[in-house]
Nanobody
Framework: QVQLVESGGGLVQAGGSLRLSCAAS????????MGWFRQAPGKEREFVAR????????YYQDSVKGRFTISRDSVKNTVNLQMRSLKPEDTAVYYC???????????????WGQGTQVTVSS
């Protein structure tokens, strides 16, 4: 059974940092694309960043470039999202996802975690 389990969310002041982690299990993710998405109240789920399981390709949403860093640890089977210089508009539930297509479209991802709340206070 495939499981993606996010951790690391919390409450932080604007300008602060958080590190999210996604533990992946239940199958080999070789060849998969691992993505981070977020969803704020009343808004649609939006793409944040993605990385190939090999780590060879990375892509960010424009609003997080230079502030967020996605990485993966092939030994621990985790995908991480280091978030710096956080802004109140980054407040959302953050989800980890896995799929076989290099895309920002959430519907193209097959597996999803339960999400972790990130709240940035002003």
């Amino acid at each position: 059974q495939v499981q993606l389990v996010e951790s690391g969310g919390g409450l932080v002041q604007a300008g602060g940092s958080l590190r999210l982690s996604c533990a992946a299990s239940g199958r080999s993710f070789s060849g998969y694309v691992m993505g981070w998405f977020r969803q704020a109240p009343g808004k649609e789920r939006e793409f944040v960043a993605r990385i190939t399981w090999s780590g060879g390709s990375i892509y960010y949403q424009d609003s997080v470039k230079g502030r967020f860093t996605i990485s993966r640890d092939s030994v621990k089977n985790t995908v991480n999202l280091q978030m710096r210089s956080l802004k109140p508009e980054d407040t959302a539930v953050y989800y980890c996802a896995a799929g076989l297509t290099w895309t920002s479209v959430p519907q193209r991802y097959s597996y999803w975690g339960q999400g972790t709340q990130v709240t940035v206070s002003s």
